[in-house]
T-cell receptor
Framework: DAGITQSPRHKVTETGTPVTLRCHQT?????MYWYRQDPGHGLRLIHY???????DKGEVSDGYSVSRSKTEDFLLTLESATSSQTSVYFC??????????FGDGTRLSIL | EDQVTQSPEALRLQEGESSSLNCSYT??????LFWYRQDPGKGPEFLFT???AGEEKEKERLKATLTKKESFLHITAPKPEDSATYLC????????????FGKGTKLTVNP
């Protein structure tokens, strides 16, 4: 989607290493979200942010942390990656009473 | 706990063969129900928001309807380019902007 950039788009790493995924938006949206998408589970919310330095946990937050120091950037960190965190990660942004819009995802493989 | 169940998991149609996808939901007060389309390797793309029972919205060959327990996405005379995974999500009342997604229906339209 125009206005949402996720980086990297693909990453392969080893168990136990730290990993940071970045979501950058140019829409000046207040809300930002991180989801993971796995076969048989659909999209599940990891963490979300409702403003700079304001974040909260989602459904599957264990093993993940987030930070938002600027409106446009939302970082997702896996402090010590595990194979169960192999997934496709999507960032979304939105405003109150408007639908969320998604980036094109980061495919993360943890060996 | 808010839940969304989509059926069928997969649907194969011939071009021009109309059908419907189902999204059943339980939510503690519906604020909005959302339909998204997802193409392989891409993020979900917003289609519709429905807010109250009886509401209908249309876009090209797609029409979404809403009752108090479920939503239908009707596809009229589909074309191969309608092939995608269709996702349904609900947002509950209470101030949170969070979405709860179903697992999706993978639609294939054969020429």
């Amino acid at each position: 989607d125009a206005g949402i950039t996720q980086s990297p788009r693909h990453k392969v790493t080893e168990t136990g290493t730290p990993v940071t995924l970045r979501c950058h938006q140019t829409e000046n949206h207040r809300y930002m979200y991180w989801y993971r998408q796995d076969p048989g589970h659909g999209l599940r919310l990891i963490h979300y942010s409702y403003g700079v330095k304001d974040t909260d946990k989602g459904e599957v937050s264990d093993g993940y942390s987030v930070s938002r120091s600027k409106t446009e950037d939302f970082l997702l960190t896996l402090e010590s990656a595990t194979s169960s965190q192999t997934s496709v990660y999507f960032c979304a942004t939105g405003t109150a009473n408007q639908p969320q819009h998604f980036g094109d995802g980061t495919r993360l493989s943890i060996l | 706990e808010d839940q969304v169940t989509q059926s069928p998991e997969a649907l194969r149609l011939q071009e021009g063969e109309s059908s419907s996808l189902n999204c059943s939901y339980t939510v503690s007060g519906l604020r909005g129900l959302f339909w998204y389309r997802q193409d392989p390797g891409k993020g979900p793309e917003f289609l519709f928001t429905l807010y109250s029972a009886g509401e209908e919205k249309e876009k090209e060959r797609l029409k979404a309807t809403l009752t108090k327990k479920e939503s239908f996405l009707h596809i009229t005379a589909p074309k191969p380019e309608d092939s995608a995974t269709y996702l349904c999500a609900v947002q509950a009342k209470g101030g949170s902007e969070k979405l709860v997604f179903g697992k999706g229906t993978k639609l294939t339209v054969n020429p």
